[in-house]
């Protein structure tokens, strides 16, 4: 399987922005779909964003106008997070749907 390595999480309070990284030693990310999930304690994983080939978006509603998922280069996929909200505390993985890969995530906890 392809490595995937996320970062950028932390402690932030209420309001204020990460951005999170996931990155991988294979040129894959322009060819294939990629997507963020999150998981919280007790919780199932849910699919946060998503980004296909073409560059065209989605999010889960909870997020909308909040996050915003990009494809900085082959290597690289990253996840802007504004307002963040203490709800957005998670585990946050990288995702690459066709091959069913999965980094080993990075810890996002808003609180003040």
């Known amino acids: 399987q392809v490595q995937l390595a996320e970062s950028g999480g932390g402690l932030v309070p209420p309001g204020g922005s990460l951005r999170l990284s996931c990155t991988t030693t294979v040129g894959v990310f322009t060819i294939f779909d990629m997507a963020w999930y999150r998981q919280a304690p007790g919780k199932s994983r849910e699919l946060v964003a998503h980004?296909?080939?073409?560059?065209?978006t989605n999010y889960v509603d909870s997020v909308k106008g909040r996050f915003t998922i990009s494809k900085d280069n082959a290597k690289l996929l990253s996840l802007q997070m504004n307002n963040l909200k203490p709800e957005d505390s998670a585990v946050y993985y990288c995702n690459i749907p066709t091959l069913d890969s999965w980094g080993q995530g990075t810890q996002v906890t808003v609180s003040s």
């Open positions: 980004i296909n080939r073409g560059g065209s």
